[in-house]
């Protein structure tokens, strides 16, 4: 009878760490997605500054895989 109490305050343990390590990575989620919308309004608002909004999507986006594979090469 004793070892059943036992099991049963193991599994309510386990169960309880495992909430609240479910807390911890939904909180770690948010906060991320909070920075990368942080940094997707900073990129915008530095391409905006150098007028990168007056161009077609299409050129930009040719012209940023282009910086990106020059980036990555050095």
Do not use: P, Y
Request: net charge positive; proline share 0%; aromatic share 4%.
């Amino acid at each position: 009878m004793g070892w059943i109490l036992i099991m049963v305050k193991i599994k309510r343990a386990v169960s309880a760490k495992e909430t609240k390590l479910l807390d911890i990575i939904s909180t770690a989620k948010r906060k991320l997605a909070a920075l990368q919308e942080k940094q997707i309004l900073a990129l915008g608002a530095l391409a905006c500054q150098h007028g990168l909004h007056e161009f077609d999507s299409q050129v930009l986006d040719k012209a940023f895989k282009g910086l990106s594979m020059e980036l990555t090469n050095k």
